[in-house]
């Protein structure tokens, strides 16, 4: 999907005005917001496609299961403080 659509998307779903309003709102421009999540694969479309010259990204695949390492997160509440 490219950079472009996604933040037509997004913008038409949060109710921004328009791109600029909605990389206002991230302190940022939309294809670094892209670039700096772990889960996503961002890349210059060059294959000549509709999307040339654009920036595109993808999820990346998930670890196989037996790759993936298991570990279990802990927190030890105490009072009514530690859940705020």
Known sequence: M???A???IVCSNLGYED???LEDALKCQWGTFLESMPHL???IQDDGSFAEGKLVFRMKPFQ????RKMFI???KINNRQDLW
Do not use: G, I, R
């Not at 196989?64 to 790759?67: Q, R």
């Open 6 to 8: 996604a933040a037509n």
């Open 19 to 21: 791109q600029a309003e």
């Open 41 to 43: 694969e961002t890349k």
């Open 64 to 67: 196989p299961l037996l790759d």
């Open 73 to 75: 997160k802990t927190f």
């Open 2 to 4: 490219t950079a472009d």
